[in-house]
């Protein structure tokens, strides 16, 4: 059995979702998959996670709000005040 980088679908969208691998050219076939999948989205004006009406950061206001405030949470987690 041949194991490793020899494998036909190392490099693409598949061996990130489908078989979890996180080599260096899986996972930049599906940063460029996403990246595309989101200007798509910007494009026409659809929130990524509910296909409501979005603003240009393709989120909607509810999931948009919701999402900054996780990535304030993270921020202060990280760097905590002292």
Sequence with gaps: ???GMTEAWHGTTGGHSNHQCKCHA????WNA????YR?????IGICMQ????????A???????????????RARARHPVT
């Design 33 to 36: 998959y996403c990246r595309i």
């Design 59 to 73: 989120r909607c206001d509810e999931h948009r709000l919701t999402h900054n405030a996780k990535m304030r949470m």
């Design 1 to 3: 059995m041949l194991t």
């Design 26 to 29: 899986c996972r930049e076939a």
């Design 50 to 57: 509910c296909a409501q009406p979005a603003t240009p950061y």
């Design 39 to 43: 200007q798509a989205r910007r494009a």
